[in-house]
Nanobody, 122 residues
C-alpha cells in the first residue's frame, strides 16, 4: 500500500509558476512508477507526466512539453511537478499516482492522492 498526499497548488496568474509535491508513505516508493494527472470541471482525468521507477525517461503530454518538469527524490519519497508558463487552461485538480507501470492510461495506476487545486487566472 502507498498513501499519496499532494501539496503546492494555489492561485497564480497566467505566465506564472507553481511547484507541486507528492509525498508518499508506505513501502517501497522506489519500486513504483510515478505520474501526474489532472481533471478540470466537467472533463475526464487526463495524463500530464510520468516517470519511471528509476527517475529516468520522463514523458509528457504534448501540451505540457517544455513547460512542465516531473522529477522524483526516492530518498525523500517525493515526486514533484514544476509548472512554468502556466495558462488558464491549466486550471484543474492535479493528482499524483503510483503504480507498477509508467503509462499514460489512467486505469493502470494503482494508487492516487486526493488532489490539489491549481487555478490560473488570465
Amino acid at each position: 500500500q502507498v498513501q499519496l498526499v499532494e501539496s503546492g497548488g494555489g492561485l497564480v496568474q497566467a505566465g506564472g509558476s507553481l511547484r507541486l509535491s507528492c509525498a508518499a508513505s508506505g513501502r517501497a516508493f522506489s519500486s513504483y512508477a510515478m505520474g501526474w494527472f489532472r481533471q478540470a470541471p466537467g472533463k475526464e482525468r487526463e495524463f500530464v507526466a510520468r516517470l519511471r521507477r528509476s527517475g529516468g525517461d520522463p514523458y509528457y503530454a504534448d501540451s505540457m512539453k517544455g513547460r512542465f518538469t516531473i522529477s522524483r527524490d526516492n530518498a525523500k519519497n517525493t515526486v514533484y511537478l514544476q509548472m512554468n508558463a502556466l495558462k488558464p487552461e491549466d486550471t484543474a485538480v492535479y493528482y499524483c499516482a503510483a503504480g507498477p507501470y509508467s503509462t499514460t492510461l489512467v486505469a493502470l495506476w494503482s494508487y492516487w492522492g486526493q488532489g490539489t487545486q491549481v487555478t490560473v487566472s488570465s
